[in-house]
Structure formats: structure tokens, C-alpha cells
């Protein structure tokens, strides 16, 4: 019997023993965990960031995002131009959804601003004290285009609707030719007892040209032509000496030429 218990004994450990190096594991497991978390050994790990490095992430943060705001600004000041520059009303930031959400910008974007803004309305003061001052109604699709100058001469008469002169008298020498203002196309050649040989040629943006009084056509209707391209020659036909009257037209509207090309 005693014996018996002897083997028993040998063959089944003390529970006390195994309770004992259990707590032991966990107690050195919780102590390895504090070190790492609350003292610097952890920055000795390969890999994980340092102090330095991680303000220095947290920085760059903050100005990637003060970035992104001034960018977001910027891109809805420059919306707000070209509406202006469009003869529309700007948005207000307060006005729509689509606005950025800055609550508040530095000092130095907001001189930016102010600069910007102080420009643009001096050259659109600028502009319409010229327009005013000079009496030309200027069209805007039209103003942008780059004219070729049909012939060299002087204007003798000056174009002047109201006095059933709807066009440029420009006083030239004999045999001199004529040239396109712009690109574009003839739809009609003809002659006339009025107005002799006349040419007519279709631009874009509605306007057309009508060259009159020409002694000899050199292109016919259906014909492409360039800014400069001969298209008719100009004769003596009168005591005061070759002349060509040139005329424009803007979606129905006589205009005048002068408003547009250097003579």
C-alpha cells in the first residue's frame, strides 16, 4: 500500500508546483508588455517610429490639409473669375454647397486674395473707361480675331450707317489688290451696274465680308480662302481714283470695319 502511494506520488507532479510556474510565465508576460508599452525600450524595435518621426508625420498632416484648404480656395476664386469675366454674378461661399469649407485662411493667402481681387477690377474699370471713351460698340466674339488688312490705302469715307453708308470707302491706287480679312469661305461672286464686281466671304462667329467696287474677281463662290489671300483687284473706275468698299456683317448687322482693322 505505501508503496502504491510512492508511485502515485512520482507520477502525478504537485498542482502547487504548476501553479506556481504558470505565474510566473504571466507575470514575466505582463511585465515584458509594460516595458514595451510605457518605457523606451520599444523604440529599439526594428521598424517602429520614433518620436521625431512621428511628429514629424503629424506635421506633415496639418499642412498637407492647410494645403488642400488654400488650393480649395483658390480653385473657387478662380471659378468666380471666369464668371466675372463672363459678365456673371460671383458665388458667394456661403452661397452653395459647393464651396470650400475654410473657415479661416493666413494672413499671407489673404493679401493674395485681396491683391488679385483689387487687379481684376482695375482692368475691368480700365476696360469699360476705354470702351466709353473711345464710343465703339466693341463685339467680344469678334474683337478676338486677328484681321488682315484688305488693301493699302486710306479711308476716304468713314463708315456711318445712319447716312446710308454702311461701309469703309478706302481710297487706293490703281491695280493694287485685294486680300481676305480672315479665313473663310466665298458664297458669292457677282457683278453688279451699283456696286461693279462685289465678293462675298462667310467668317466664323456670324460675320461676313463684302469687298465692292473690285475691277477684276480672283476667286468664285465655294472657294476657301486665308487671312491675306488675294481675291480681287481694284481699278480706276471713277475721276477720283480706284476705290473699294469694304463691308461687315455680324449676324445681319452692318458694322463697322474700322472698329477692327488698322488702316
Given at each position: 500500500?505505501?508503496?502504491?502511494?510512492?508511485?502515485?506520488?512520482?507520477?502525478?507532479?504537485?498542482?502547487?508546483?504548476?501553479?506556481?510556474?504558470?505565474?510566473?510565465?504571466l507575470g514575466?508576460?505582463?511585465?515584458?508588455?509594460?516595458?514595451?508599452?510605457?518605457?523606451?525600450?520599444k523604440?529599439?524595435?526594428?521598424g517602429?517610429?520614433?518620436?521625431?518621426?512621428?511628429?514629424?508625420?503629424?506635421?506633415?498632416?496639418?499642412?498637407?490639409?492647410?494645403?488642400?484648404?488654400?488650393?480649395?480656395?483658390?480653385?473657387?476664386?478662380?471659378?468666380?473669375?471666369?464668371?466675372?469675366?463672363?459678365?456673371?454674378?460671383?458665388?458667394?461661399?456661403?452661397?452653395?454647397?459647393?464651396?470650400?469649407?475654410?473657415?479661416?485662411?493666413?494672413?499671407a493667402?489673404?493679401?493674395?486674395?485681396?491683391?488679385?481681387d483689387?487687379?481684376?477690377?482695375?482692368?475691368?474699370?480700365?476696360?469699360?473707361?476705354?470702351?466709353?471713351?473711345?464710343?465703339?460698340?466693341?463685339?467680344?466674339?469678334?474683337?478676338?480675331?486677328?484681321?488682315?488688312?484688305?488693301?493699302?490705302?486710306?479711308?476716304?469715307?468713314?463708315?456711318?450707317?445712319?447716312?446710308?453708308?454702311?461701309?469703309?470707302?478706302?481710297?487706293?491706287?490703281?491695280?493694287k489688290?485685294?486680300?481676305?480679312?480672315?479665313?473663310?469661305?466665298?458664297?458669292?461672286?457677282?457683278?453688279?451696274?451699283?456696286?461693279?464686281?462685289?465678293?462675298?466671304?462667310?467668317?466664323?462667329?456670324?460675320?461676313?465680308?463684302?469687298?465692292?467696287h473690285?475691277?477684276?474677281?480672283?476667286?468664285?463662290?465655294?472657294?476657301?480662302?486665308?487671312?491675306?489671300?488675294?481675291?480681287?483687284?481694284?481699278?480706276?473706275?471713277?475721276?477720283?481714283?480706284?476705290?473699294?468698299?469694304?463691308?461687315?456683317?455680324?449676324?445681319?448687322?452692318?458694322?463697322?470695319?474700322?472698329?477692327?482693322?488698322?488702316?
Amino acid at each position: 500500500m505505501a508503496l502504491r502511494l510512492i508511485r502515485d506520488k512520482e507520477s502525478h507532479p504537485d498542482s502547487k508546483t504548476t501553479a506556481i510556474l504558470a505565474g510566473t510565465v504571466l507575470g514575466i508576460m505582463a511585465l515584458t508588455y509594460f516595458l514595451i508599452a510605457f518605457t523606451g525600450i520599444k523604440r529599439t524595435i526594428p521598424g517602429y517610429p520614433s518620436r521625431e518621426t512621428r511628429l514629424a508625420a503629424i506635421e506633415n498632416v496639418n499642412k498637407v490639409d492647410s494645403l488642400s484648404k488654400v488650393i480649395d480656395m483658390w480653385a473657387f476664386q478662380i471659378a468666380n473669375i471666369q464668371r466675372i469675366v463672363n459678365g456673371q454674378e460671383p458665388v458667394s461661399p456661403d452661397s452653395t454647397g459647393n464651396a470650400p469649407a475654410v473657415r479661416e485662411i493666413d494672413d499671407a493667402s489673404r493679401a493674395a486674395f485681396a491683391a488679385n481681387d483689387s487687379l481684376l477690377r482695375e482692368e475691368i474699370l480700365r476696360q469699360e473707361a476705354f470702351n466709353v471713351s473711345t464710343g465703339k460698340s466693341v463685339i467680344s466674339q469678334i474683337e478676338g480675331m486677328h484681321f488682315f488688312t484688305p488693301i493699302k490705302g486710306v479711308i476716304a469715307a468713314p463708315f456711318d450707317e445712319s447716312k446710308g453708308h454702311p461701309f469703309l470707302d478706302i481710297a487706293s491706287e490703281t491695280e493694287k489688290m485685294v486680300y481676305a480679312v480672315y479665313d473663310g469661305t466665298v458664297i458669292n461672286s457677282y457683278w453688279s451696274d451699283l456696286s461693279e464686281n462685289v465678293i462675298m466671304i462667310q467668317h466664323r462667329n456670324n460675320l461676313v465680308s463684302v469687298y465692292k467696287h473690285t475691277a477684276k474677281l480672283l476667286k468664285g463662290t465655294g472657294d476657301r480662302v486665308t487671312a491675306g489671300t488675294p481675291i480681287a483687284v481694284v481699278s480706276d473706275v471713277a475721276t477720283d481714283g480706284a476705290h473699294l468698299y469694304l463691308e461687315f456683317w455680324h449676324e445681319g448687322k452692318a458694322i463697322d470695319p474700322a472698329d477692327y482693322i488698322k488702316f
